[in-house]
DNA sequence: CCCCGCATGTAACACGTTACATGATTCG
DNA sequence: CGAATCATGTAACGTGTTACATGCGGGG
């Protein structure tokens, strides 16, 4: 239900093809919805028959053509719509978490490189996440509204991996007590 | 791929019905992963159809009959084969950012009531969390190994909406400053 | 008497994932 | 010459959601 919606404000923010999307979802998008090319292009035919996207057939040199697509004024009353109307809270899926609790009819230990591994790849990404910040917003009080909001999302980007790094940490430390213990 | 190993666990620390896990999912476990009861009737006929799990029916009296589900020993050595294969980093989906980022494109201040009912229903679940932390874990000292992982992964859900409430609060304040602009 | 809780299910549909397919160009 | 990037798509399958169905017992 929300593909369609944040389709409609990645090509807002910035006109695009179904595999500049695609693109778009494997990064900044990508923090708080994913998309695989094959869904991209599914749903923007659909909104195309709706008329809820305008598309422009480009042709490239050197490269194969392209299907640009815009928001059309259907869209984004939609989008308007789909604002005003509330979302319920986010339903959470942590695979982790469900490793974690069934390590206690293993071996707690031979979960610890699996949560290193989370732990690196986490890692990882706070640090893209700061670089991006630095680079996008040096200077937060010169931002106008749709980067200020760009903004906000990626501090909870920020905020979110700063404390599942701490948790990772904190059930590295379980699972290192109760390895010794079976020792 | 998890929802399978999700029963699993639930049904290791406890052996149960369909609609008892059901309104589990709806509790401690719905934390970090979430199923309706449709789907949990349809994986429990699957899993029980390749053995990994035992039924007993169970007549009550005054209450419908029930078939109590307990995981047999191809469903334990399918767990222990699940943990120790990787699972990759959950990819997170979060409407909300979604409707963050739209509210550029319409008035951003239209969006405060549905930011702080999402903070309300948050801070609700943390203090549902803190008392739950309170009666089950009240001396971290004297845990044995399941309840030290249950109450890490409690830790982690405790800190996950500790740091949404303040992002939340952070969203709130961006969304008050570019509503006075605005004006 | 009606609604709520217990308990299990079917059916249809929407959404997401994986695999496969095509064809051009650029870079090492 | 092979791999990577650009660009779009089909097909099959698996998972998740919504609506509907059934039936008993207890409480207001």
Same mark, same amino acid.
């Given at each position: ?6 389709? &409609?404000?990645? +090509? +807002? ?7 500049? &999307?695609?693109?778009? *979802?494997?990064?900044?998008? =990508?923090?708080? %919805? ?16 709706? =008329? %809820? ?26 989008? =308007? ?23 206690? *009819?293993?071996?707690?230990?031979? #979960? ?13 990404? @706070?640090?893209?996440? &700061?670089? =991006?910040?630095?680079? /996008? *917003?040096?200077?937060?009080?010169? @931002? ?20 599942? +790094?701490?948790?990772?940490? /904190? ?6 007590? #109760? ?5």
């Amino acid at each position: 239900m929300a593909l369609e919606h944040a389709i &409609l404000v990645s +090509l +807002l923010e910035q006109p695009g093809s179904g595999y500049e &999307l695609a693109r778009r *979802f494997d990064r900044s998008i =990508g923090r708080f %919805w994913t998309a695989t090319h094959q869904q991209i292009y599914r749903v923007l035919r659909r909104m195309e028959t709706d =008329g %809820w996207v305008a598309v422009e057939a480009v042709a490239q040199d050197a490269r194969p053509d392209k299907k640009v697509y815009s928001v059309a004024a259907p869209g984004r009353s939609a989008l =308007g719509a789909w604002l005003r109307e509330p979302v319920e809270p986010e339903t959470v899926r942590h695979e982790l978490a469900v490793k974690i609790r069934a390590a206690a *009819f293993e071996d707690p230990g031979e #979960l610890i490189p699996e949560v290193e591994r989370h732990r690196e790849s986490h890692a990882a990404l @706070l640090a893209r996440y &700061l670089t =991006g910040e630095q680079r /996008d *917003f040096p200077d937060p009080s010169a @931002l106008d509204a749709q980067q200020q909001l760009q903004h906000v999302v990626l501090r909870g980007g920020i905020e979110y991996e700063r404390m599942t +790094l701490a948790w990772l940490d /904190d059930v590295l430390a379980t699972l290192h007590r #109760l390895h010794r213990h079976t020792d």
